[in-house]
């Protein structure tokens, strides 16, 4: 890829990110709670995925002719970051233990691109991450997680 797609590509990340800490913030924390919260994790994914973008623009001049992104590629990154909008806006109406599993199931689908993984063992990974996150937050550090304002 050359130095004007790496730009692109950066610079959408940065607005992915960006997106992403603007939905995040929308999550609503106990007030008068001094922990963060559970909008921590989807910060911080937030904040990752704008360093990467910063990484990327930073680099775009050395980079050499190669192919990033094909069309697939693009598919997958534009269809990656409908997931985490999704997932955002689902934590917020149907809360944590509806759409975390169904989120990470998405992920992992989309992060096999092609490899076929069991549903089964898509399902136990999403259930077993998901009830290791709930324990550790909820059970261990006793926060709340968002309930959701549906169920």
Sequence with gaps: MNA???YIVGGILIIMGL???MLSLQIVVKTGSTDPGSRLFPLGA?????LCGIGVFLTAAKSEK???LNAEGWKRLGLSFAVMILYVLALKYIGFLISTPVFLFAVITLLASGQKVAIWKKLIYAAVVTGLAWYVFHGTLSMSLPKGVLF
Excluded at 46 to 50: K, V
């Design 4 to 6: 004007k797609q790496d």
């Design 19 to 21: 997106v992403s800490t």
């Design 46 to 50: 937030s904040l990752l995925l704008m």
């Design 66 to 68: 190669k192919t990033f």
